[in-house]
T-cell receptor, first 115, second 111 residues
Framework: DSGVTQTPKHLITATGQRVTLRCSPR?????VYWYQQSLDQGLQFLIH???????AKGNILERFSAQQFPDLHSELNLSSLELGDSALYFC??????????????FGPGTRLTVL | QKEVEQDPGPLSVPEGAIVSLNCTYS??????FMWYRQYSRKGPELLMY????GNKEDGRFTAQVDKSSKYISLFIRDSQPSDSATYLC???????????FGQGTILTVHP
């Protein structure tokens, strides 16, 4: 158990809908990262927040948004969902701001199915 | 062309075999290189971490980086059935915290 928690574990929804995925980092960690894992694209970096501020952005669609709250938990909002958004969404956390020695610990993931 | 290329396998070996897992990358800006292991229906977990060219050993695992040829390897000695998992290479350093993952190699070690 990495200490990172993600809810819900599974989510089934319809195209066009909006969902929110939640992540609680390990105790004391200041950074939260979001990744998307699909069969065709593999594990892709979406976005990184450090102590409430966006620090780096990857291949995140405009329909997706994230934020990190003062208590350091994070939410990933996915809207206007499409079939292709079906994937595993992972949250990871690290103790610092993402420098080279800052290990990322991954949560168990949320499996999103869009029908 | 993807920034990180990794043979997805699958790779099947007998218990006790030496396993070699490899990645190539194209972005010279990568500064450090991680190997993650992912068991089925779990999140990835960090196995090894290297910052420069050369070898780094940790128990049965050796990570090797050759920056001149942009080639990353992970060797597993005396492989065990518990090593059966997907192994992902993940270079980083282009922006804070961003890891660029390879496709992952599925490894099965059979008794």
């Amino acid at each position: 158990d990495s200490g990172v928690t993600q809810t819900p574990k599974h989510l089934i929804t319809a195209t066009g809908q909006r969902v929110t995925l939640r992540c609680s980092p390990r105790s004391g960690d200041l950074s939260v990262y979001w990744y998307q894992q699909s069969l065709d694209q593999g594990l892709q970096f979406l976005i990184h927040y450090y102590n409430g501020e966006e620090r780096a952005k990857g291949n995140i669609l405009e329909r997706f948004s994230a934020q990190q709250f003062p208590d350091l938990h994070s939410e990933l909002n996915l809207s206007s969902l499409e079939l292709g958004d079906s994937a595993l969404y992972f949250c990871a956390s690290s103790s610092r701001g993402g420098d080279s020695t800052d290990t990322q610990y991954f949560g168990p993931g949320t499996r999103l199915t869009v029908l | 062309q993807k920034e990180v290329e990794q043979d997805p396998g699958p790779l099947s070996v007998p218990e006790g075999a030496i396993v070699s897992l490899n990645c190539t990358y194209s972005n010279s800006a990568f500064q450090y290189f991680m190997w993650y292991r992912q068991y089925s229906r779990k999140g990835p977990e960090l196995l090894m971490y290297t910052y420069s060219s050369g070898n780094k050993e940790d128990g049965r695992f050796t990570a090797q980086v050759d920056k001149s040829s942009k080639y990353i390897s992970l060797f597993i000695r005396d492989s065990q059935p518990s090593d059966s998992a997907t192994y992902l290479c993940a270079p980083g350093g282009t922006s804070y915290g961003k890891l660029t993952f390879g496709q992952g190699t599925i490894l099965t070690v059979h008794p």
